[in-house]
């Protein structure tokens, strides 16, 4: 009988196959199941996962426009001020050059109210007084320098004032510039897509930067800088109003001490020229009485000559008669008469040298008098000349510079217009 070889292996049973078909089966409908429900769970988280990321992309699209929206409201605000800030400089620097100018030209009073007192130190003898107008000279020497230094201290205030504006539109542009920057970059995040170049994984994406702030922190930021150019700009405003009040106000009250002093220079005049005109009327009187005075002295010389003519003859008559003869030299009528013509001749004579005497000392006291008064007579022309020069000089206060004309001449002491005779004399005494 034949051996069949049966190769040496694991044997089965047949419930064994039966029931590994069974698992296989069960097991790969168990892995469908399990596969289809992975495949439509994965497919809802897709379509979620996608609606999210559509949403969120659109909200943070949307965020991204309001941001900027909201950055550009800030940012022309920040236009509107830096524009007005820039006008109120330009406007406080005007001003404080107007002031500057102002200033300056208050010079020009100190240097001429100077120049008048100068002048009038040039006065001579009893003419050397304060008067009002020396007063009035004083006084607008002071308000010129109370203006001057009011001025002074408003051109102070309107150079720290621009400072404060200076630094403000710094802080304000750079505020500006930031917003613009930030502007420029959200722009550039909104345009941006998935298809757009140079979208990549970046490293640490959601980190917080050094120096972040928060939204309110930033919108104080933006709100203090804003609210200072407004405060700057309201006090460069008030500075502006203060400075042109100044101004007009020392200019008020340079002119109204420039018309005391020019009315008090006309009164002063009027009243020298008053004195002057007395004085040369004595002057004019006391000439004529001299004229008269020497020719009543002459006359008196004359009678006194006579006289003394009178008495040689008087005593020539006494002394022949004394050589009359023995009873001949009698004491007659003519004897008596000879001797009262004597007596009466010498106290002629006498009462004639006394009264010549007077004549001498009062015609003396007259030419001393007459000294003193062309004296005075020159002061006063002499101090009406440097009222009229001051007067002159003056008029460089109210005569623009390339019109004004000097109507004395400071050198050669003439003048460029028709004096009147008084004031001729004036020039010819001084």
């Not at 009073?109 to 009893?126: N, Q, Y």
């Not at 008067?131 to 001025?151: G, R």
């Not at 003193?372 to 101090?383: E, G, M, P």
Request: with cysteine; proline share 2%; aromatic share 4%.
């Amino acid at each position: 009988m034949t051996t069949i070889s049966v190769k040496p292996s694991q044997r089965f049973r047949l419930p064994d196959w039966h029931t590994s078909s069974y698992l296989l089966s069960t097991n790969a409908e168990r892995q469908r199941d399990a596969s289809h429900q992975i495949r439509q769970e994965a497919r809802a988280l897709c379509n979620e996962t996608n609606n999210q990321t559509l949403w969120d992309e659109h909200d943070n699209r949307t965020r991204l426009a309001e941001r900027i929206d909201t950055v550009n409201r800030w940012k022309e605000m920040l236009d509107k001020c830096l524009t007005d800030l820039d006008a109120e400089i330009e406007t406080l620097t005007q001003m404080k050059e107007l002031a500057e100018q102002t200033l300056q030209a208050k010079n020009l009073l100190l240097d001429v109210a100077i120049e008048c007192l100068t002048l009038r130190d040039s006065r001579r003898d009893i003419d050397v007084v304060t008067d009002t107008v020396e007063d009035e000279l004083h006084k607008e020497v002071e308000v010129i320098d109370a203006t001057k230094k009011a001025l002074q201290q408003k051109i102070n205030q309107a150079f720290e004032q621009l400072c404060l504006l200076q630094e403000v539109r710094q802080q304000l542009n750079s505020d500006h510039r930031g917003k613009m920057e930030t502007l420029e970059i959200d722009r550039g995040c909104l345009s941006l897509n998935i298809n757009s170049p140079n979208v990549s994984l970046k490293v640490n994406p959601t980190r917080v930067p050094d120096g972040s702030s928060t939204l309110q922190q930033w919108d104080d930021f933006s709100h203090f800088n804003k609210n200072r150019a407004e405060a700057e700009m309201k006090a460069a405003t008030e500075l502006r109003e203060a400075i042109a009040l100044t101004i007009a106000e020392t200019n008020n009250e340079l002119e109204a001490q420039r018309v005391a002093t020019d009315f008090a220079f006309r009164k002063r005049l009027r009243e020298t020229e008053k004195v002057y005109s007395e004085l040369r009327w004595q002057e004019k009187n006391t000439l004529e009485e001299i004229a008269n005075l020497q020719e009543d002295i002459r006359h008196l010389e004359e009678d006194l000559r006579r006289k003394f003519l009178n008495l040689k003859l008087s005593h020539t008559r006494l002394e022949y008669r004394t050589c009359r003869p023995n009873v001949e030299l009698c004491r007659d009528q003519a004897q008596y008469g000879l001797t009262d013509e004597v007596h009466q001749l010498e106290a002629s004579i006498a009462a004639l040298k006394q009264k010549l005497a007077q004549a001498q000392d009062a015609l003396d006291a007259l030419y001393k008098h007459l000294a003193r008064l062309q004296a005075d007579i020159a002061c006063k022309a002499n101090s009406m000349l440097l009222d009229t020069k001051c007067m002159d000089t003056r008029r460089k206060l109210t005569v623009p510079a390339e019109k004004f004309v000097p109507e004395v001449d400071t050198f050669t002491r003439t003048t460029h217009r028709t004096l009147s005779p008084l004031k001729s004399r004036q020039l010819e005494l001084a």
